[in-house]
């Protein structure tokens, strides 16, 4: 038998790195999982200033760096593995990655979520040739160029503020006729000069020959269509999609119960349906998915993961 | 791994004879840095075969879109100057760039 840990949790942006810094005060052996890309969503976005004792100007990563230095200070081990599979189906169970396989008593699911696409025609062949799903990775590509944010929420308009220091000029494109962003960031983005929201329309098609060269918009009130298209000096334009995420669970069909929507169902106790395996985090069916409803899910999974690796394993 | 930028990309790169693997990066990108230090394993293990290097695109923007690169992480693995295979943002990752170098160079 290879070495048993207390738990294995998988995922390393905030709700893993708690679930690992309790259950590594604990005294629990603990290994988490941080994949190649470590931080979670949260690691891509620029600024963070709705977590509480959080610096004003603390960044994404920055946070997540935090997290993971205190987690490793409580005796957790941290690897860089993308985990491939999971077996629940013993008492002890298995975390399949890229380079082995490891046993745990229990485990706690902390995966996240994945950024939604717009499922229109052209976004899949123009991933990386203009559409990105990443304004900090993406963002330097497109200096002086136009860019167009689609989504409404915090997340597209903050990234539109960020993505303004780059771009010539910014449009955010939002099927309602107002923002669902809080206000303290509408109004930021509402103040920045190169910033223009176009009210009411959704993407039909991108389009180019390897690269973004045109984008067709609807407006869904009027049906009217726009198509815009590069500037010939320019010979392209960014297309930045935020709208929304949709939950990490490819490793977890067919092993645990997930919900419509493929969140996995979960109370205060964070049990899923099957023994010693926890859920934390966006992955989880909820209704704030926060750097804060993380942090305190990933607390309570520890929690709950300690108690029954001492009472019911 | 060397440092490529807008001066030496066509010697070191398009002009090189042989297998070049070129990692396009940012400093703002943490999913790009976060799998960095795995590529330069594999630049040690397949450092004959494979001439690595990287390409900051902050330095060298319009290096990076004269080779349709508009997305962070991307691998791009040449063959004499010509792209053999490239691994975009949404399927790169150590395993995959190990996988795509034995696949072309049968190491």
């Known amino acids: 038998m290879e070495k048993l840990y207390d738990v294995i949790i998988i995922g390393g942006g905030p709700a893993g790195l708690t679930a690992a810094l309790y259950a590594g005060r604990a005294k629990m052996k603990t290994l988490l999982f941080e994949g190649e890309a470590f931080g979670g969503q949260i690691a891509l976005t620029t600024e963070v200033e709705n977590y509480p004792g959080g610096a004003l100007n603390i960044t994404g990563p920055g946070l997540v760096a935090r997290m993971a230095e205190q987690a490793e200070h409580f005796g957790v081990e941290l690897k860089k ?4 599979d999971v077996d ?11 380079k082995g396989e490891y046993f745990a008593k229990s485990v ?3 995966t996240g979520a994945n950024p939604r696409k717009l499922g229109v025609p052209g976004e899949d062949v123009l991933t990386g040739k203009g559409v990105s799903y990443c304004a900090t990775c993406d963002g330097a590509f497109f200096e002086e160029l136009p860019i167009y944010v689609i989504g409404g929420g915090d997340t597209a308009v903050e990234e539109a503020v960020f993505l303004a220091k780059f771009g010539r000029k910014v449009y955010i494109v939002h099927r309602r006729d107002e923002l669902r962003a809080a206000r303290s960031i509408q109004d930021k983005a509402l103040n920045t000069p190169n910033i223009e929201v176009i009210w009411d329309s959704v993407v039909e098609e991108i389009s180019g020959d390897g690269l973004v060269e045109r984008l067709v918009l609807k407006n869904v009130k009027t049906g009217e269509r726009t198509e815009i298209l590069a500037d010939e000096d320019d010979g392209t334009f960014g297309v930045f999609v935020l709208v929304g995420y949709i939950p990490a669970n490819e490793l977890l069909k067919d092993k645990i119960a997930l919900d419509e929507q493929g969140y996995v169902p979960a109370g205060e106790d964070m049990k899923t349906n099957v023994p010693g395996v926890f859920v934390a985090g966006d992955l989880r069916a909820k209704k704030l998915r926060q750097v804060v409803t993380a942090t305190s899910d990933g607390a309570l999974a520890a929690i709950a993961a300690e108690a029954y690796v001492e009472h019911e394993y | 791994m060397l440092e ?3 001066e030496n990309f066509e010697t070191e790169v398009l002009k090189k004879e042989g297998y070049v693997l070129v990692d396009y990066w940012s400093p703002s990108c943490e999913p ?3 799998m960095m230090p795995a590529i330069e394993e594999l630049a040690g293990k397949y450092g004959d075969k494979v001439h690595f290097t990287s390409l900051d695109i902050t330095k060298a923007r319009r290096v990076a879109i004269g080779q349709r690169v508009l997305g962070l992480p991307t691998i791009i693995l040449y063959k004499d100057g010509e792209k053999c295979e490239e691994l975009g943002a949404d399927v790169v990752s150590a395993a995959a760039v190990e996988e795509m170098i034995r ?5």
């Not at chain 1, 593995?81 to 491939?84: A, I, K």
């Not at chain 1, 629940?88 to 890229?98: A, N, P």
Request: positive net charge.
């Open chain 1, 81 to 84: 593995e993308n985990v491939t």
């Open chain 2, 4 to 6: 490529l930028n807008r």
């Open chain 2, 32 to 34: 790009c840095k976060a």
């Open chain 2, 103 to 107: 696949r072309h160079t049968g190491a």
């Open chain 1, 108 to 110: 706690i699911v902390a």
């Open chain 1, 88 to 98: 629940f189906s013993s008492k002890d169970k298995k975390v399949t990655t890229s």
